[in-house]
């Protein structure tokens, strides 16, 4: 069975920390996602990778960055956490179906 | 860019009956995918029903069916025989055939009372 998964479901931070977040798919999937989901806001793009070590901003990459060393693995960085950072984090992955994979979310509370 | 846009914030149903979810989006392509996805309480993104623009057929997955307005940029999505497990947050999405990314709507939580 397909499987995207989040390494936290919930997590703590301090302002200031660098945090990563961590995605793994085992679907062989060359095309992976980061979004950020807030109420009221719906999902927004924040960063995308197409293939290893490839990677394209999304609609809000500002304070975040990402690294994919490994096809299974995309990963999300906050280099200095701030409290507008407070946010779901959901990770999707895609092949060439037109179907989107995601994850179960990562709730980030930065302090 | 592209934009999704679901007017309704929150909607409520009663089970057993019909509900009609609103999507409108803005597009300058012509070959494209549209989506909805259904969240529940665990969070978990659920594909619920999807269409491709070049097909007039609306699709229809057991209850759920779409009306798909090409013209009018409109993709809303019926739920018919509600049940209480369909209250969640859906999403309506947008998808190129060019690329993979796909843009979002900002939800629309349906309530399904007994």
């Known amino acids: 069975d397909v499987k995207v998964t989040q390494s936290s479901r919930y997590l703590v931070k301090r302002t200031g920390e660098k945090v990563f977040l961590e995605c793994v798919q085992d679907?062989?999937?060359?095309?992976m996602f980061w979004y950020r989901q807030d109420p009221g806001l719906g999902l927004r793009l924040i960063y995308f990778s197409y293939d290893v070590k490839m990677k394209e901003k999304g609609d809000i990459p500002e304070g975040y960055s990402v690294s994919r060393e490994k096809k299974e693995r995309f990963s999300l960085i906050l280099e200095s956490a701030s409290t507008n950072q407070t946010s779901m984090y959901l990770c999707a992955s895609t092949s060439l179906s037109e179907k989107l994979f995601f994850g179960s979310g990562t709730q980030l509370s930065v302090l | 860019a592209q934009t999704v846009t679901q007017s309704q914030p929150e909607m409520s149903v009663q089970e057993a009956e019909t509900v009609t979810l609103s999507c409108t989006y803005d597009t300058s392509e012509s070959d494209y995918y549209l989506f909805w996805y259904k969240q529940p309480p665990s969070r978990q993104m659920i594909l619920v029903i999807r269409q491709e623009a070049y097909k007039q057929q609306n699709a229809t997955e057991n209850r759920f069916s779409v009306n798909f307005q090409k013209a009018a940029k409109s993709f809303s999505l019926k739920i018919s025989d509600s049940q209480l497990g369909d209250a969640a947050m859906y999403f309506c999405a947008y998808r190129s055939r060019s690329n993979y990314k796909l843009t979002f709507g900002k939800g629309t939580l349906l309530t399904v009372n007994p």
């Open positions: 679907m062989d999937h060359e095309n």
